[in-house]
Nanobody, 119 residues
Framework: QVQLVESGGGLAQTGGSLRLSCAASGRDISGYRMGWFRQAPGKEREFVAKNSWSGVTYYADSVKGRFTMSRDNAKNTVFLQMNSLKPEDTAVYYC?????????????WGRGTQVTVSS
């Protein structure tokens, strides 16, 4: 079992930045692929970013060039640096263990952290 806890969400202005953290416990996640998803009110959960075995990180087109996913294996933590935030980035952000761009490819999820971007 892996427990994931997201933090770092909050209120930001358009053009601002936030850094989300996803702390894992119960298992060493250094050998796992991880992903970030988000869900806005009334919308489906959508893919944001994921890393791969090759070390390449993939991003949704909507966040490419603005968001950066990274990890600190020594801290068993994954990060999502979000810059140039837009109101449409407002959502609950989740980290997860798994692979692919679809949420059903992930089997461990955190509870999420709310990000609100004001215009």
């Amino acid at each position: 079992q892996v427990q994931l806890v997201e933090s770092g969400g909050g209120l930001a202005q358009t053009g601002g930045s936030l850094r989300l953290s996803c702390a894992a416990s119960g298992r060493d996640i250094s050998g796992y692929r991880m992903g970030w998803f988000r869900q806005a009110p009334g919308k489906e959960r959508e893919f944001v970013a994921k890393n791969s075995w090759s070390g390449v990180t993939y991003y949704a087109d909507s966040v490419k060039g603005r968001f950066t996913m990274s990890r600190d294996n020594a801290k068993n933590t994954v990060f999502l640096q979000m810059n140039s935030l837009k109101p449409e980035d407002t959502a609950v952000y989740y980290c997860a263990v798994g692979s692919g761009r679809m949420s059903d490819g992930y089997n461990y999820w955190g509870r999420g952290t709310q990000v609100t971007v004001s215009s």
